[in-house]
């Protein structure tokens, strides 16, 4: 009965270290949500306007461009494969990806959530053991 109770505390620690481990994958999925919605955003507000404007390269480094007539932008759709789209086009595949994102999440939680459930079990299964011990 001893060996038994060892292996479900066992079997509960690891569920517990796999569920911090999905959260914290869920918590990358956010933040890479929250970033394609600015992205959109941006790029939203890059198709309104004319004339120069700032454009980030990163780390806080902006370089000056200019935004012409046919309001054309470049685009990473995978595996390195960079693509001219027009603003709206680029939307769609940022839409794309940001769906791709979320059913990533969806399942994540699935998957703690199916976790939770055998952890509650075991924590019962547990105690039925304690109680006759």
């Known amino acids: 009965?001893?060996?038994e109770a060892q292996g479900k505390v066992?079997?509960?620690s690891m569920l517990e270290e796999e569920n911090k481990r999905l959260e914290q994958q869920m918590q990358l999925t956010e933040q890479q949500m929250q970033v394609f919605h600015q992205l959109k955003a941006h790029l939203e507000?890059?198709?309104k306007h004319k004339g120069?404007?700032?454009a980030s390269?990163?780390?806080g480094v902006f370089m000056k461009s200019e935004l012409l007539d046919n309001k054309k932008v470049l685009i990473n759709v995978g595996s390195g494969?960079?693509?001219e789209k027009t603003v709206?086009?680029?939307?769609k595949i940022i839409d794309?990806?940001?769906r791709k994102i979320e059913e990533v999440r969806e399942e994540i939680e699935r998957m703690v959530a199916k976790n939770f459930d055998l952890m509650v079990k075991l924590e019962g299964e547990l105690r039925q053991l304690v109680e006759k011990g």
């Open 1 to 3: 009965m001893e060996k």
């Open 10 to 12: 066992i079997e509960f």
């Open 45 to 47: 507000e890059m198709a």
């Open 52 to 54: 120069e404007f700032l």
């Open 57 to 59: 390269v990163g780390s």
């Open 81 to 83: 494969v960079i693509v």
């Open 88 to 91: 709206g086009g680029a939307g």
């Open 96 to 98: 794309k990806q940001a």
